[in-house]
């Protein structure tokens, strides 16, 4: 547990289900105020209605007006925003020559355009009363590339760049932080993987398994608390081991390699 979130007003961007609910439980356990945003209302809906405690605005994080208004909603639900966190993102597999102009501008609409413009409406407010984190779920795909998906590897890179600069910019009153999750077993990874691709993504990686949400919820508690309060500029992986080179006993076998 972490004093310092009680009562401090938080935004969640598609926080509805995965990553984002999850993310919002979490600070409900600190006893903090939130509010989630996302565009399906049904879950959203439903989210509210199982966890007590939340707001739900229901808003397109790519369309400017329906930002702004949301942004308006948290002003007069919590009044104000203590901490953003920019988690709203879609993906899809594609090989890049069949890779259309729509699908790739879909893509970058919702996962940088939203972070851009969630983070420029909570930025506003954060410098008005002189402190705020800002935090987005970027991917250990926007540091490496990943066959299939140009549009979501480029999406995620601009998230990442653009922490970077709003931690100069926005420094030292406001921290600013880009999340890289590896692989995480949601509702959007299961949609995209087989069970038979789920099983060989975890043979590649060193922990042998996708993460939880609620582990990335874990790490999102910590870096918005007191507890983080030298951290900003960080991007900050959270993968398994997924990034920390070729896993080569997994790759052939575990088969004994001796000098």
Not at 208 to 236: C, M
Request: proline share 4%; with cysteine.
């Amino acid at each position: 547990m972490y004093p310092s979130l009680r009562d401090r007003r938080v935004v969640i961007t598609g926080g509805a289900r995965g990553i984002g609910l999850a993310t919002a439980r979490r600070f409900l356990e600190e006893e903090s105020r939130i509010a989630i945003i996302d565009i399906n209302r049904e879950l959203l809906g439903e989210a509210v209605k199982r966890n007590p405690g939340l707001h739900g605005i229901i808003a397109d994080v790519g369309d400017p007006a329906q930002v702004e208004r949301a942004f308006r909603e948290v002003d007069s639900l919590l009044g104000g925003v203590d901490v953003l966190i920019a988690n709203a993102g879609i993906s899809s597999r594609r090989p890049f020559l069949e890779l259309s102009y729509e699908e790739w501008r879909k893509i970058m609409r919702v996962n940088l355009d939203g972070a851009f413009l969630c983070a420029r409406e909570a930025a506003r407010r954060m410098v008005r009363q002189g402190s705020g984190v800002i935090m987005f779920t970027a991917s250990t795909n926007g540091l490496e590339g990943h066959p299939f998906y140009a549009h979501y590897n480029a999406s995620k890179a601009g998230v990442i760049l653009l922490a970077k600069t709003l931690a100069l910019e926005l420094a030292p009153q406001i921290r600013v932080i880009a999340v890289s999750p590896g692989y995480v077993l949601t509702e959007m990874q299961k949609a995209e993987y087989t069970p038979e691709m789920l099983g060989k993504v975890n043979s590649l990686i060193p922990l042998n398994r996708h993460a939880k949400p609620e582990e990335i919820a874990d790490l999102f508690a910590f870096l918005a608390s007191d507890q983080a309060k030298y951290i900003t500029g960080a991007v900050i992986t959270i993968d398994g081991g997924e990034t920390a080179g070729p896993y080569i006993y997994r790759l052939i076998d575990r088969v004994e390699i001796r000098r």
